[in-house]
């Protein structure tokens, strides 16, 4: 990994802290998430050894404050960009508020597009003029490959992220910029309490640093990274199986995901 300066969004937590505590010591971080006091407590322990660390407090499901994000992130150099910010929201789209469906799509789509475009012209003619390669990760989900009920809304978010992802790795494939989908399957983060699932997620989790290490090993071999075996048959059935029988079997799944009431 040559990179020396990666922005890692939703970096408070999870999956994406995990990136800021794997990337090596020489890479700048640029770290940013609504929670201010882990972003404070990430920049005091990670620069301990001399390693320059960068935060920013940001929410992405606000316009204003995803402009600020990007303006302040282009004021680096940045050559590695993490867009790992996300939640899901598990139940019925019925059920479900319309704050949530709302600020998911904001959060998971538009979040991701902005920054995308905001970042990607900038880290490409730096690329070019270093003679180096850039690299950009979005995190979508096993979740994007096919229709989920009860995570309906969710999943679409990460099927965009996902095309959107592969586009455009098509369309750069001769620049000096690596891009990649991770599309991990249910890990261990606050992303099962987030999305209010049941007990049932937390029993197939994987382990977020496994997954980031396979991801940080893939960038620049591959430009969809599905970790676990069980998580790659998964990616298959639809292109197996009739479309109505893959949501079906998608809904039965999800329906055992259910928070248990009490
Ligand atoms: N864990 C899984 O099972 C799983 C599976 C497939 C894909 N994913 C994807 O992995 C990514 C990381 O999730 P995770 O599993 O690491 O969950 P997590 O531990 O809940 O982390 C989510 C991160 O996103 C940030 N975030 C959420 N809403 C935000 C907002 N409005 N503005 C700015 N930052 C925001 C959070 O930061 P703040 O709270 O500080 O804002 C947090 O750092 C997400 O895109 C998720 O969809 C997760």
Redesign the pocket.
């Known amino acids: 990994m040559q990179y020396q300066c990666a922005l890692i ?10 990136f800021a505590r794997q990337l090596p010591q020489q890479a700048t971080l640029l770290l ?4 201010l006091k ?2 404070e407590e990430l920049r005091e322990e990670l620069s301990k050894n001399g390693r320059k660390v960068e935060i920013f ?6 316009a204003e ?1 995803r402009k600020a994000l990007a303006e302040w992130a282009n004021g680096f150099e940045v050559d590695l960009f993490i867009n ?5 929201f598990y139940g019925p789209v019925l059920d479900n508020s319309i704050a949530n469906e709302e ?1 998911m799509t ?3 789509v538009v ?1 991701t597009t902005y920054l995308t475009r905001a970042l990607l012209s900038g880290m490409v003619e730096r690329a070019h003029t270093n003679h180096r390669r850039a690299g950009m990760i979005v ?5 994007g490959f096919m229709p989920l009920p009860c995570f309906a809304t ?1 999943a679409a978010t ?1 099927a965009y ?1 996902l095309h959107y992802t592969e586009a455009l790795a098509e369309e750069l494939k001769h620049l000096p910029i690596d891009v990649m989908a ?13 999305a209010s699932m049941g007990k049932e ?1 937390d029993t197939k ?1 994987a382990s ?1 640093d496994d997954v980031v290490k396979l991801a940080l090993a893939s960038l620049g071999r591959k430009r969809i990274c599905v970790p676990g075996l069980r998580n790659s048959l998964a990616t298959c059935l639809p292109r197996l199986f009739p479309r109505r029988l893959v949501v079906w079997l998608g809904g039965v799944t999800m329906r055992r995901n259910r928070p248990v009431q009490g």
């Open positions: 969004t939703g970096a408070t937590s999870g999956l994406g802290e995990s940013t998430g609504r929670n882990k972003l407090p940001a929410d992405v499901a606000d404050q790992n910010a996300g939640y899901g600020g904001q959060v998971n979040a995190v979508a989900s096993v979740a969710y990460k992220n991770l599309c991990p399957g249910p890990t261990a983060t606050s992303f099962g309490r987030t997620f989790a977020a």
